[in-house]
T-cell receptor
Framework: KQEVTQIPAALSVPEGENLVLNCSFT??????LQWFRQDPGKGLTSLLL?????REQTSGRLNASLDKSSGRSTLYIAASQPGDSATYLC????????????FGQGTRLTINP | DTGVSQDPRHKITKRGQNVTFRCDPI?????LYWYRQTLGQGPEFLTY????????KSRLLSDRFSAERPKGSFSTLEIQRTEQGDSAMYLC????????????FGQGTRLTVV
């Protein structure tokens, strides 16, 4: 059974810092991995999708990497801003049971002005 | 296209009542998913439709839950005889069948059972 873990559960940093959020998964047989942002009481906003054949994806100040063999992904946020404060979730789409995403519990990020 | 739309955004109901939620996916997306999210947790898969066919259901989906997608467009999720443990955010997502399978989520329906 695929399990996804995100560490740390919460992170607080001063504005302007670069930071890394971690995601690990137990089964490397995945189609892709997706990073989401969730603001309190809201739905999920897709940030980046990495296919299993890719190593990384970039969008603006965000860069996500994927090391499928070791079951790890990182989300790098450059020059953090208070508006980046949110919960960040990673999810994998397993090859078996490929119709559903399996989510981690998220990292709650706070950027202090 | 305005993305995935869910209605209502919030629902408060008394224990034992039935509730129904609606999801309108992105128009060209064949795949539609329902997830449930409780406070501090990641979303958990409930069920999946490809067009109008319900192809997968989680064991989380008890007999009190039913979902439909009658014409392969919008979907409804009904909970009968609600219990306090049903209180959660119910999220709908859609994705294309071919090409990018990136999932796009709606804003969710927050259910509170009192």
């Amino acid at each position: 059974k695929q399990e996804v873990t995100q560490i740390p559960a919460a992170l607080s940093v001063p504005e302007g810092e670069n930071l890394v959020l971690n995601c690990s998964f137990t089964d490397s047989a995945i189609y892709n991995l997706q990073w989401f942002r969730q603001d309190p009481g809201k739905g999920l906003t897709s940030l980046l999708l990495i296919q299993s054949s890719q190593r990384e994806q970039t969008s603006g100040r965000l860069n996500a990497s994927l090391d499928k063999s070791s079951g790890r992904s990182t989300l790098y946020i450059a020059a953090s801003q208070p508006g980046d404060s949110a919960t960040y979730l990673c999810a994998v789409r397993p090859i078996q049971g490929a119709q559903k995403l399996v989510f981690g519990q998220g990292t709650r990020l706070t950027i202090n002005p | 296209d305005t993305g995935v739309s869910q209605d209502p955004r919030h629902k408060i109901t008394k224990r034992g009542q039935n509730v129904t939620f609606r999801c309108d996916p992105i128009s060209e997306h064949n795949r539609l998913y329902w997830y449930r999210q409780t406070l501090g947790q990641g979303p958990e898969f409930l069920t999946y439709f490809q067009n109008e066919a319900q192809l997968e259901k989680s064991r989380l989906l008890s007999d009190r839950f039913s979902a439909e997608r009658p014409k392969g467009s919008f979907s409804t999720l009904e909970i009968q005889r609600t219990e306090q443990g049903d209180s959660a955010m119910y999220l709908c997502a859609s994705s294309a069948l071919q090409g990018s399978t990136e999932a796009f989520f709606g804003q969710g329906t927050r259910l509170t059972v009192v």
